[in-house]
């Protein structure tokens, strides 16, 4: 399988031959990374990263993996280039193009990082837009995977906001045929092109996507519960509102009984204890929360060794 020079804007985009490619390159980068391997497929390369917004994992994942790869990572912040005001996101584009080998960029809107991809010549890695999330989506599927769960009729129970983070558990769950049950309150739900492309698209594996208004009932016998804050990053002025209608709305010892009991948590981070989680259940003994952190890093070197790697 070759996904040399390839874009991931969007999980939607990838079959799921391709999604379950770059998580077994993942789960081998891993392996080989902890047994001390040194292996480097982007000797001299350099990614450009773009932020638009403020990044931990992200940031200090995509850095550390092209260090670990061979190659390096350049940050570039809002005031550095000032995307759209400073310069036009196509030239941006086409100058990084002739001078970088990669690009990630994390923007607010998605039709920012989709310009990027349209007008450059390298590949473009969605590091999140308002629309979805990819690589954490690969990062959650490679941990799903390492706790010993098949894909194919796993139920993940999103309980939360129906943003970037659920969409991209819905089109990266759906195609390796899992069962996605996402609860939110009115108002917060997925999208409609999104649910239309799960009812459309999303089933050719074998996939499902489940609508909820009631957490208890979308956790109920699910092998992994998920939550994401109730207010992202941009949202800031509808967080008063937010905490009141997300509420209802959180990960705690109550809800993950109604789960399987092998049943594993997942938050992408940052976390706001007390709101969409609570601390005891985060940080309890079903919590893979920071191994789902730290596969950022072995996900995101799977795929840019797969889209820039010399062989
Ligand atoms: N999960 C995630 O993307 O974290 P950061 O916002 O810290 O990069
Ligand atoms: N939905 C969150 C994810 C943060 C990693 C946001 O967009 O802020």
Not at 18 to 25: F, Q, V
Not at 114 to 131: K, M, Q
Not at 260 to 273: F, Q, R, T, W
Request: proline share 4%.
């Amino acid at each position: 399988m070759n996904l040399k020079n390839r874009s991931l804007i969007t999980l939607r985009d990838f079959s799921r031959e391709e999604i379950l490619h770059i998580l077994k390159t993942a789960a081998d980068i891993k392996t080989r990374f902890k047994a001390g391997e040194v292996y480097h497929p982007l000797k001299g390369k350099m990614l450009a990263m773009i932020f638009q917004k403020p990044s931990l994992r992200t940031r200090v994942s995509f850095e550390t993996g092209m260090y670990q790869l061979g190659g390096a990572a350049m940050y570039l912040g809002p005031s550095d280039i000032g995307l759209g005001k400073r310069e036009s996101t196509e030239d941006i584009a086409r100058v990084l193009s002739r001078q970088v080998d990669l690009i990630m960029a994390r923007v607010f809107s998605h039709e920012i990082v989709e310009e990027l991809a349209l007008y450059s010549s390298i590949p473009v890695i969605n590091g999140l837009s308002d629309f979805c999330h990819p690589c954490q989506a690969l990062a959650d599927l490679q941990t799903i995977l390492e706790r010993g769960k098949k894909p194919e009729g796993c139920k993940l129970a999103f309980i939360g906001d129906g943003n970037n983070v659920a969409n991209s558990l819905v089109f990266g769950g759906l195609k390796l045929g899992m069962h996605v049950a996402v609860a939110s309150p009115a108002g917060h739900q997925l999208r409609d092109d999104v649910r239309r492309w799960a009812q459309q698209d999303g089933g050719r594996s074998g996939g499902k996507l489940t609508l909820h208004l009631s957490p208890a009932e979308a956790a109920e016998k699910a092998d992994v519960l998920y939550t994401d804050v109730w207010t992202s990053m941009g949202q800031e002025q509808e967080a008063l509102s937010r905490k009141k209608d997300f509420a209802p709305y959180q990960i705690n010892a109550a809800l993950l009984k109604r789960a399987k009991p092998d049943a594993i948590v997942l938050h992408c981070l940052p976390a706001h204890y007390g709101e969409e989680i609570t601390y005891e259940v985060g940080h309890g003994p079903q919590s893979a929360i920071f191994d789902e952190a730290e596969n950022r890093l072995h996900a995101q070197k799977a795929l840019m060794a797969l889209v820039a790697g010399e062989d």
